[in-house]
């Protein structure tokens, strides 16, 4: 892990600073050298991938390649990317940078499982859509922390079970207020085949398009909470299955 506010010029200061600031500088150029001569040798996709982490709070994984005292220079997949020094408060190499990743995902599975225990212990709508909208959040923070993370299918995983116990939040309170509008058009409530067999079997009848609208929007505000719980709880286990392959 290399801080990167020792990584200065020494133009300008007390000449004790100078000097203590150009070993600082020298030091991690030299160790960069080392990792450049060492990626070069490794080849691209050996190691695990590196970290840098912006000042913004953004991390960035990937390949550190080089740098100098203005840029540093970092592979993200097949793009070649640069990034001021100013704007670039740490970088971490290889297996650091994987812990982090699986402490975090840990992180957003325990949101997802805490969630799945209230279902089965039995829940109200207030408590259970705040404790959806608090799992949210958190886990829209790892998935923007991790924008290409190094288990595709984990992320993909944790993103439908969320977006099927959202669906439900949705679902439940349309029974609440008994306001139907835009659950049909809800991806997850087309792709949980659980709901979409209750909707056949009891508003599958319904001739006019209208009248078949109706009676599904109706069935899913009322009969599709539980279809869905079973759908996130599903994706749950592939996420689970997934991190730790």
Not at 32 to 38: C, D, E, Q, S, T
Not at 91 to 97: E, F, K, R
Not at 192 to 215: D, Y
Request: with cysteine.
């Amino acid at each position: 892990m290399f801080p990167l506010d020792q990584w200065t010029t020494c133009s300008e200061g007390p000449p004790g600073k100078f000097e203590k600031r150009c070993e600082y500088d020298y030091s991690l150029r030299a160790t960069i050298g080392v990792l450049i001569a060492f990626f070069g040798l490794a080849g691209p996709g050996l190691l695990y991938a590196d970290v840098l982490e912006l000042k913004s709070g953004q991390k960035v994984e990937g390949q550190f390649v080089g740098g100098s005292r203005e840029e540093i220079r970092f592979q993200v997949g097949s793009q070649a990317l640069k990034f001021p020094i100013a704007e670039v408060t740490k970088i971490t190499i290889g297996s650091a940078g994987q812990e982090d990743f699986y402490k975090a995902a840990k992180e957003a599975l325990r949101q997802l499982k805490a969630l799945a225990s209230i279902t089965e212990g039995g829940t109200t709508y207030q408590n259970y859509s705040t404790r959806v909208e608090d799992a949210k959040i958190k886990i829209d923070h790892f998935l923007d922390e991790y924008k290409d993370p190094p288990l595709p299918a984990f992320k993909s995983h944790i993103v439908d079970s969320l977006g099927f116990y959202v669906a439900a939040s949705a679902a439940w309170n349309a029974k609440a207020s008994k306001s139907y509008g835009g659950l049909l058009e809800n991806p997850y409530v087309q792709r949980c085949a659980p709901l979409q067999e209750v909707l056949i079997r009891e508003a599958g009848s319904e001739k006019s398009p209208t009248t078949k609208a109706i009676a599904w929007a109706v069935t899913i505000a009322y009969s599709g909470v539980r279809p869905l719980w079973e759908c996130a709880r599903s994706s749950l286990a592939d996420a689970e299955r997934a991190l730790h392959r």
